[in-house]
């Protein structure tokens, strides 16, 4: 069994920060990549920032220069830094990996999801 677990969500004003983390837990042998996804109220799932086992990055283009994504591969740990946030980040964040596990199968696993709030 694994598990991914998010945490660090919230209610901010405009222009403040949260740090959201992501730990995977369970029959783990290593983790490709991790990554974050949003989703607003009445909107489609979004990718929002994506990290590979070597450490290269990808954002969408609303959050470049505002939101970094980062791992520790030895904590099985994904973060994502927001700054400068805007109530348009408002919205469910989940956690996304590709995960292989103990049996040698490569698999997709989604946290739960963590609800970030931006009042205006």
């Known amino acids: 069994q694994v598990q991914l677990v998010e945490s660090g969500g919230g209610l901010v004003h405009a222009g403040e920060s949260l740090r959201l983390s992501c730990v995977a837990s369970g029959t783990i042998v290593s983790i490709n990549s991790m990554g974050w996804y949003r989703q607003a109220p009445g909107k489609q799932r979004e990718l929002v920032a994506v990290?590979?086992?070597?450490?290269?990055?990808d954002y969408a283009d609303s959050v470049k220069g505002r939101f970094t994504i980062s791992r520790d591969n030895a904590k099985n740990t994904v973060y994502l830094q927001t700054d400068s946030l805007k109530p348009e980040d408002t919205g469910v964040y989940y956690c996304?990996?590709?995960?292989?596990?103990?049996?040698?199968?490569?698999?997709?696993?989604w946290g739960q999801g963590t609800q970030v709030t931006v009042s205006s």
């Open positions: 996304k990996a590709h995960i292989i596990t103990i049996q040698g199968i490569l698999r997709t696993y």
């Open positions: 990290i590979t086992s070597g450490g290269s990055t």
